[in-house]
């Protein structure tokens, strides 16, 4: 019968199917699991506590000739990484970098929209982005929480360039907020409130 996986921090519900041996759509897109859809916009971005139903495993059959060798490949490994670099709000084009994931390592430059793209691992948890201007980024895989908790405001507030660190000052956060309104044509109150979040997910993508 069905069973429940509670969501610890980190995963998301690409690495939960991963371990359980089922693609992101079959665990997300399941019927028991109505409720958490629409509780989460996001299946990469879910937040510790939440339950996912995990479904049983069906059987499937495939007729094969005896004697020659047959290739089966799984569906939904591995996941797309997408970063995208920008300078104020301008994309950060033709840019140099290097990219850590487990023992992966990708180079490249980021194309004309400031992205870079990559296969990595479902159940990968961090990563180490290098640019050529010397800059560091290390990378929390699948550690973004939802935009309506505070935790994830102000982690999309970092990723922007508005705070150095999630983990700031609350005036030092409430100064990034205002300075994110302003930028938007929002009133700049900052104060978290509904409309701001609501840009905030906008501006950052998830």
Known sequence: MPRQHVVSIGECAASIADRHGFTIDTIWRHADNAALRAKRENPYVLEPGDRVIIPDRRLREEACAMGRRHVFRRRGVPEKLRIRLLSGEVPRVG???ELRVDDLCFSGETDGGGWLEHWIPPGARAGR??????????LALGQLLPHASTAGARARLANLGYLREPAAAAEDVERAVASFQ?????EATGALDEQTRRALLDAHGS
């Open 182 to 186: 302003r930028d938007h044509a929002l």
């Open 95 to 97: 840019l140099a970098y």
């Open 129 to 138: 982005l290098v640019l050529a201007d010397g800059q560091v980024h290390e």
